[in-house]
């Protein structure tokens, strides 16, 4: 299991920008695949974007160009870089470790139009 924390969410404007930062406990975070999902109210929870250990990088089609997903192994750290945020980016957003199946708690990002 690995113990994760997210924080950095709040409300934006649209057009505006916001970094969440999620905090992990583990003795193998630096090889570990790291994702971020978001879940929107009433609707499933999707997968936003993935960093391998390696630094190799997916993303949603819904967000290329616009987030940037990157860590730095050292802090145990794993960032969501959120720009040119859009109203349909509202949701709560979590930091997740596939392998262990750990999730961190969430946190909110709100983007007002």
């Known amino acids: 299991q690995m113990q994760l924390v997210e924080s950095g969410g709040g409300l934006v404007q649209a057009g505006g920008s916001l970094r969440l930062s999620c905090a992990a406990s583990?003795?193998?975070?630096?090889?570990?695949?790291m994702a971020w999902y978001r879940q929107a109210p009433g609707k499933q929870r999707d997968l936003v974007a993935t960093?391998?250990?390696?630094?190799?990088?997916t993303y949603a089609d819904s967000v290329k160009g616009r987030f940037t997903i990157s860590r730095d192994n050292a802090k145990n750290t794993v960032y969501l870089q959120m720009n040119i945020l859009k109203p349909e980016d509202t949701a709560v957003y979590y930091c997740?470790?596939?392998?262990?199946?750990?999730w961190g708690q969430g946190t909110q990002v709100t983007v007002s139009s």
């Open positions: 960093i391998t250990g390696g630094g190799t990088t």
């Open positions: 583990g003795r193998y975070f630096s090889i570990s695949t």
């Open positions: 997740s470790n596939p392998r262990s199946g750990s």
